[in-house]
């Protein structure tokens, strides 16, 4: 299957960066420096912005350097969610337990939140917001570990992450033939429709997982994309319709090995701004960058299934482990130059813009709904790991 790069291209645009309404004390904190080499010693910043003391500093660690015992308290953690009775969106069928609200909450903002200037933020908060949950109501004693897909681009189904043991996150589905029209169909827009299917290829499984500690996992929505029409997702309705099912999976290796290298990861820093990075990262195409990178969303499809889903994916567990990778990056990339990158933003709202697309302020607003009692925030708030209501790094 070919499609034109270019056509492509020309239907995206090219974004401006957006430096918007930044305060002196925003200034001040961007302009300190931090440590220029953060994929070898971490994000240790130099000078911390005020109440992010390095006392006070919580480390989150790629999972295979965690103990047994930190993976355990983890994953029981993961459970202990799972099973907790949900505490918002009651009148929501479906909703069941505090796990499945942050599962509901992504696919109704799905069009607020993805291949747009809002992504990042809303997902860096997001991420933070599942693990004080973990940690206020589950007793978790450790902070939200990530992923890192670029150990495992060899050899997917033998990561620590992958390989069906009790340490792990489960592995692959059952083999489930796939269907004449390998092709999934997100039908978000035709544009991203063409770009998400470059590099859906054939999986490995595609039934339910049943190793590992979510063997019997239940999750309560999705699939979503590859049965709906653009008419019925404009019906909310549709988007949450309550549909019990296993957690699955299909990996994809092929993909892995041409993604998940060294010329990606060097390819994503190397950004020169937040414009290109984002296309780098959440494959907005522009004539100007070489290859096709798409991370965040190969991250997605080489796990398939649930995770291959762009509205319930939150359904897998991995997905905060996987965005917490996501976010890692963006972080890395932050650091490597503060004072021009800590709080640029790039986009509209819109998940294909418009020539009327309003571009993308620092003082516009993000919501995470009733998971948050603070309502809506400005994008400001959520750029900085330590800052706001974060305090936190990565080694």
Not at 126 to 153: H, M, Q, V
Not at 270 to 298: A, D
Not at 309 to 327: K, N
Not at 363 to 376: A, F, N
Request: with cysteine; glycine share 8%.
């Amino acid at each position: 299957m070919r499609f034109s790069l270019l056509a492509i291209a020309l239907l995206c645009g090219h974004l401006p960066i957006t430096f918007a309404s930044i305060t002196p004390e925003e200034k001040q904190l961007a302009q300190r420096r931090w440590n220029s080499d953060p994929l070898d010693r971490g994000l240790e910043a130099r000078e911390t912005p005020r109440n992010c003391t390095p006392q006070l500093t919580r480390i989150r660690q790629e999972w295979r350097t965690l103990s047994k015992g930190q993976k355990t308290n983890y994953i029981n953690a993961v459970l202990c969610l799972h099973e907790k009775p949900s505490t918002s969106y009651t009148n929501i069928t479906g909703v069941r337990s505090r796990y499945d609200e942050f599962q509901y909450l992504h696919i109704k903002q799905t069009y607020l939140i993805h291949f747009n200037a809002p992504f990042l933020g809303w997902h860096r908060w997001f991420i933070r917001t599942f693990e004080k949950a973990l940690e206020e109501e589950c007793g978790y004693r450790g902070s939200l570990p990530y992923w890192n897909w670029f150990l495992d681009g060899r050899n997917l189904s033998a990561s620590p992450l992958l390989n069906g043991s009790p340490l792990s996150f489960g592995g692959d589905g059952v083999y489930i033939p796939p269907p004449p029209n390998r092709f999934a169909v997100i039908d978000l827009a035709p544009v991203i429709n063409t770009i998400w299917n470059l590099t859906t290829l054939e999986g490995t499984g595609g039934g339910c997982v049943t190793t590992g500690p979510f063997a019997g996992w239940t999750v309560p929505f999705g699939p979503v994309g590859p049965n709906l029409t653009d008419s019925m997702r404009d019906n909310l309705v549709n988007l949450i319709r309550y549909r019990p099912h296993c957690l699955s999976r299909s990996f994809r290796p092929k993909t892995a090995a041409y993604s998940f290298n060294q010329v990606s990861q060097d390819a994503i820093l190397q950004s020169p701004n937040i414009t290109e990075f984002n296309q780098r990262l959440t494959f907005i195409i522009n004539p100007t960058v070489p290859t096709i990178l798409n991370l965040h969303g190969k991250g997605h499809q080489v796990l398939g299934g649930e995770m291959g889903d762009v509205y319930s994916s939150p359904g897998d567990p991995l997905f905060y482990l996987h965005h917490a990778q996501v976010d890692r990056i963006w972080a890395i990339w932050q650091a490597q130059d503060p004072s021009t990158r800590q709080y640029a933003i790039s986009g509209t709202r819109d998940i294909v813009p418009t020539p009327s697309s309003s571009i993308f302020q620092l003082s516009d607003t993000i919501d995470l709904e009733e998971l948050s009692p603070q309502g809506p925030r400005p994008i400001r708030d959520f750029l900085n790991t330590k800052a706001g209501p974060f305090c936190y790094e990565y080694v």
